[in-house]
């Protein structure tokens, strides 16, 4: 059983358009995460939930939208896609008592032409 | 800023050989260190995690913590080409605090 999944794996898309990608846990976890690797492998925090509350909101550009309809689903919405929004989004979740284990998700690899 | 630095390496170890892996952190107030290992094209999986001073040992991994020099350590015994990947280091600084930060990573080669 996938304990953490993503969709889709891959993602390539023209600038300017806007795209979705889904996480969903079944770990029965009650934070969740949005991670961007870049080309350069720098793993850095996006976005973070908390029984579906909005926690940690990075310097990230307003165009990104997160949304957690419950606690189990952390949704990421991309509006008017750049170039260098190309990355690897990965998503994680952990216990809110035992926030130091994090479990991510497979990745999705978004291209952006 | 808190900041987390990593030699981005490669590092290259012959099979059997400790590998050492080495990260700094920058935020004085952090008390919790872990380790991360990627495989490429892979999500990052946690492999050590360590809260007080000292040696914490896990099989072949011993983690290595000095908060007063901010310095926190990987080594890796018998090293196996299995062990090749990148060796991502997070930190994260209190208690009830759920932010990890992460270094860019050391990228290991384990030469057979």
């Known amino acids: 059983d996938t304990a953490v999944s993503q969709t889709p794996k891959y993602l390539v898309t023209q600038m300017g358009n806007d795209k979705s990608i889904k996480c969903e846990q079944n770990?029965?976890?009650?934070?969740m995460y949005w991670y961007k690797q870049d080309s350069k492998k720098f793993l850095k925090i996006m976005f973070s939930?908390?029984?579906?509350?909005?926690?940690i909101n990075e310097t990230v550009p307003n165009r990104f939208s997160p949304k957690s309809p419950d606690k189990a689903h952390l949704n990421l919405h991309i509006n008017s896609l750049e170039l260098g929004d190309s990355a690897v989004y990965f998503c994680?979740?952990?216990?809110?008592?035992?926030?130091?284990?994090?479990?991510f998700g497979p990745g999705t690899r978004l291209t952006v032409l | 800023q808190k900041e987390v630095e990593q030699n981005s390496g490669p590092l290259s170890v012959p099979e059997g050989a400790i590998a050492s892996l080495n990260c700094t952190y920058s935020?004085?107030?952090?008390?919790?260190f872990f380790w991360y290992r990627q495989y490429s094209g892979k999500s990052p999986e946690l492999i050590m995690s360590i809260y007080s001073n000292g040696d914490k040992e896990d099989g072949r991994f011993t983690a290595q913590l000095n908060k007063a020099s901010q310095y926190v350590s990987l080594l890796i015994r018998d090293s196996q080409p299995s062990d090749s990947a990148t060796y991502l280091c997070?930190?994260?600084?209190?208690?009830?605090?759920?932010?990890?930060?992460f270094g860019k990573g050391t990228k290991l080669s384990v030469i057979p």
């Open positions: 994680a979740s952990s216990d809110s008592f035992h926030t130091d284990t994090q479990y």
């Open positions: 770990l029965g976890h009650d934070t």
């Open positions: 997070a930190v994260k600084s209190g208690a009830g605090s759920y932010q990890l930060t």
């Open positions: 935020d004085r107030v952090s008390q919790s």
């Open positions: 939930y908390n029984n579906k509350e909005l926690i």
